[in-house]
């Protein structure tokens, strides 16, 4: 026979969306079960607030790590599935606590039951009394002692309408909700560190996030192009089934460069940013733009030029990483993955086109003054028409 193991997943604030919660949950077991191979005996329950995954012991690991990787896990537990007996329960704990108890010489335990299924016919401490004792008569003389506060070893029993499981730990997930409960959103993905940041944060908002990257390539070489088809297939890990729009941007930027007044020339390449993005994602009916912008992090993320953006588009705009420092972000970078590859070395995007002093407090009516001056609406068109869409599920 093979031994299985089963995966209690408890959700994040899912419990807290009253008549919605069936519309998250679905979500959420929809996004499991595509993370986790089809062709590993795996099963799934859904008894009432959870979710139930039982898998063969030999893959319960592989399974975890993938559940770590998925937005709307409040935290999860890996134990068995058992009757409700209090007998083959205390079994289990012996076992479970035997070799501690052998190590360690002394034991504190305890046990922790929580009970869905009201009718259940004892309540929460008179499992705990039941279950307890059967395991103390059989370890107390080898040093096992009950102890609720100190307790060492904890076991715990969750008894629902159908079925009931037992565990011994309990992993934190990466909480948030789950991807595509909010929708579909476009980041503008450079290769830099603070962009994959902000498009995670909103992956974990319940977004699934899609990528637009402005590829000034013949001056700067495929760098950037490469690094931001592996960030994309990092972030990718959360979600699944992203796009990557890759848009040329290298006419757009001389044009600027020839007719603008120089200091506004990072606003002005903003802008033109901001305009395409708007396009995409109007077309694919994306509600909302991301970027990894931090208020004063450089001169055109101050309050004036961060409106002077705006004002160019009609939808959302989200700036998850507006209050965080650099630290802060570097931080988040190194956890998700993303830090090891945006710091790998790649000619700025704007380094080549950088005006020496740039404006920090961009006049709308100037921006537009310049704008007169080269044929942006056609670039724009020609960008949008030689854009190249990658599915980045299949990189
Ligand atoms: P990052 O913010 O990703 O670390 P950065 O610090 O160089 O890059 P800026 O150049 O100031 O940031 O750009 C701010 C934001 O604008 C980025 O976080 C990103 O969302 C967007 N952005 C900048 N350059 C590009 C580009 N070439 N393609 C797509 N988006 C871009
Ligand atoms: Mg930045």
Redesign the pocket.
């Known amino acids: 026979m093979i031994e299985k193991r089963t995966i209690l997943v408890r959700y994040d604030e899912i419990g807290l969306k009253g008549g919605n919660r069936k519309y998250f949950t679905k979500i959420l077991l929809k996004n499991i079960k595509r993370a986790l191979p089809v062709d590993r005996g795996i099963e799934y329950r859904v008894p009432r607030g959870r979710i139930l995954i039982d898998v063969p012991k030999s893959v319960a690991d592989e399974i975890v790590d993938q559940l770590k990787m998925i937005p709307g896990i409040a935290s999860y537990s890996v134990g068995v599935s058992v009757n409700p007996d209090f007998d083959e329960i205390a079994a289990f704990g012996v076992k479970w606590i035997e070799p501690l108890l052998e190590s360690k010489g002394k034991l504190k335990f305890c046990v922790r039951t929580r009970r869905s299924a009201k009718t259940f016919p004892k309540t929460s401490p008179e499992v705990n009394f039941e279950v307890g004792s059967r395991i103390m008569s059989q370890l107390q003389e080898r040093g096992l002692v009950v102890d609720i506060k100190g307790s060492e070893f904890t076991l715990e029993i969750e008894i629902g309408a159908t079925d009931t499981i037992i565990f011994d730990n309990r992993h934190p997930g990466l909480s948030g909700l789950p991807v595509g409960s909010a929708g579909n959103i476009l980041?503008?993905?450079?290769?830099?560190?603070?962009?994959?940041v902000?498009a995670y944060l909103m992956a974990c908002r319940g977004c699934r996030v899609h990528f637009?990257?402005?590829?000034?390539q013949p001056f700067l070489g495929r760098g950037?192009y490469e690094k931001v088809l592996k960030l994309s297939k990092i972030i990718n890990r959360f979600q699944g089934r992203a796009k990557l729009f890759v848009l040329p941007?290298q006419d757009i930027q001389v044009a600027i460069r020839d007719h603008c007044r120089e200091e506004n020339r990072v606003v002005l390449y903003?802008r033109m940013?901001y305009r395409i993005a708007d396009a995409i994602a109007k077309q694919y009916k994306m509600p909302g733009l991301?970027?990894?912008?931090s208020l004063g992090?450089?001169a055109?993320?101050t309050l004036e030029n961060l409106a002077a953006v705006t004002c160019v588009t009609s939808i959302n705009i989200f700036r998850p990483l507006i209050g965080m420092n650099k630290e802060g972000i570097i931080k988040r970078a190194k956890e998700i993955g993303t830090y090891e590859i945006?710091i790998e070395p790649q000619p700025?995007?704007?380094a080549v086109f950088m005006p020496s002093s740039p404006v920090t407090r961009g006049k709308i009516p100037i921006l537009e003054n310049d704008e007169e001056k080269f044929m942006w609406k056609e670039l724009q068109e020609k960008a949008l028409d030689n854009m190249e869409t990658i599915q980045v599920d299949n990189l």
């Open positions: 980041c503008m993905l450079s290769g830099g560190i603070d962009s994959p902000a637009v990257f402005f590829d000034n950037g941007f903003r940013m991301v970027t990894g912008e992090q450089v055109s993320q945006s700025d995007c704007c």
